[in-house]
């Protein structure tokens, strides 16, 4: 299964300049994935990236129906200090997700950190959003190269 699974990792702030492009790009990645045979995409639930990332594989599910979402969270209470309109979406995207993972019941320092180790150690490509060499996102980013897996940065096409 690892050989047919991508997941995403990328910043929880996107520049409202490079949202259309990157939105396109992801849809556009996704969908190339999905007919070099990839079925299975792992999103980490954040806000930003994660977020574009899973609503875009929902949207996608209706022309691919055979593409499955898993969400792998780090904690059920994830959402609890979000705005009132980021945790309706967020809900939204759990009520479509195939499946949901959750590393831990409540937060606790570096449940996040093991999330993104194991969304890397389930996937053979990382797609990302990486602008910034700091943060969790690096991070996962530098793990997953480590790990030998494919990764596209999504950063690199904006216009």
Excluded at 17 to 41: A, C, G, R, T, V
Aim: hydrophobic fraction near 35%; aromatic fraction near 10%.
């Amino acid at each position: 299964m690892i050989q047919y699974t991508c997941c995403f990792s990328g910043h929880r702030s996107i520049e409202e300049i490079h949202l259309k492009s990157l939105k396109d790009n992801l849809q556009n990645e996704i969908i190339s994935l999905i007919q070099q045979k990839m079925q299975y995409f792992i999103c980490g639930g954040a806000l930003g990236f994660d977020t574009l990332a899973a609503q875009t594989v929902i949207a996608l599910k209706k022309l691919y129906s055979h593409i499955h979402l898993t969400l792998m969270l780090p904690c059920r209470d994830q959402d609890k200090y979000w705005k009132k309109c980021d945790q309706q979406v967020y809900q939204a995207i759990l009520d479509q997700a195939d499946k949901i993972r959750y590393i831990s019941e409540y937060y606790y320092r570096g449940c996040m950190h093991k999330r993104n180790k194991l969304l890397v150690d389930s996937s053979c490509y990382c797609v990302c959003y990486l602008t910034k060499e700091k943060g969790g996102t690096a991070f996962t980013v530098n793990y997953a190269r480590k790990k030998g897996l494919n990764i596209i940065n999504l950063a690199d096409r904006l216009t």
